[in-house]
């Protein structure tokens, strides 16, 4: 069955893509490469033209790009703790071209994070690494992304994209599920942050694979892996606490915060936070995802 995409999608799609475009400092063409559309097109949408210019699909997957979706609900932003210090890490990173690892517990909302300071600050980028494991996918996906050509040899892909980079002003790359990137695609990392120092932050993220990834390959001496390691400043932040009682309470203010934030009703609040909260070995951990759903389902139920 097709899908009839209203006219209020449409316009808010434009809107979220002119507002974009305010923050990134290529040329149309760059720009419209980075959507994933042609110039041509572009510039229609740029004249406020929505008939006939892309497919249903199109539509709903730049929608999605700046979450814009079909149904009213949406995930509100919630400055949680782990809100404030990827944000702080990030800014740290794109002012002063420094790169730093975020390694902690899923479902704790650092990819809603960096998704929304993509969307927040001029020329920020997040790569996907799991959508694109080997390194000619993962280089493709970031010149892609940055709108640098994406198109010719795998060569030429690279160095086009370390001049694009370095055209920008004070760009970051957040590349999340970097613990997914085989190894060659890895080792990227060391030769883009080569070409680009002093010119470019970058952020990895990942959970507890990326460190083990990382803290293995440095115990066997495997070739980049300190040196990757160095590169970005030595250390790992992490925000989630390891001792149990502290991690509860940790992922009960998390949780709390996140559903205030997104209007749930008080008296429901200790409800999901407690069904979020579950017995594992390591003590009691919550997601976020979980708590979405479950907040879904309330609003669903109260309709």
Known sequence: MAITLTNDFKAKVIHAIMDQRERYDGSDAQFAK?????????????????MGIMRSTQWLMLGRDF???????????????????????ILFCKAHAKARI????????????????????????YVDASQAKTKQQFIRLIARTMG?????????????????????????????????????????????????EHS????????????????RGISNKRVGFAEIFSRYSEKYTTIVPKEKSQRNLFYRRLITDTLKANNCPAEEINQIVKRCQV?????????????????????????
Request: glycine share 8%.
């Open 148 to 196: 640098a050509e994406s198109r010719v040899t795998y060569f030429e892909v690279k160095e086009s994209l370390k001049f694009h980079i370095k055209t920008l002003t004070d760009p970051i790359i957040i590349i999340d599920e970097a613990g997914d990137l085989e190894y060659q695609a890895f080792l990227e990392l060391k030769e883009l942050w080569n070409a680009t």
């Open 102 to 125: 975020c390694v902690d517990d899923c479902g704790i909302g650092k990819t809603f994070t960096a998704k929304y300071l993509a969307r927040q600050l001029r020329n920020c980028f």
């Open 67 to 89: 979450d814009i979706t079909l149904e009213n609900r949406r995930w509100h932003v919630a400055r949680t703790e782990v809100f404030n210090i990827i944000e702080e890490d």
């Open 200 to 215: 470019c932050g970058w952020y990895l993220m990942g959970a507890d694979g990326l460190r083990a990834k990382i803290d």
């Open 34 to 50: 980075s959507l994933g559309i042609s110039k041509s097109i572009f510039s229609r949408l740029k004249k406020g033209e929505t």
């Open 279 to 303: 017995n594992d070995a390591d003590g009691f951990i919550g997601g976020l995802r979980r708590a979405e759903a479950l907040l879904i389902l309330n609003t669903e139920n109260h309709a």
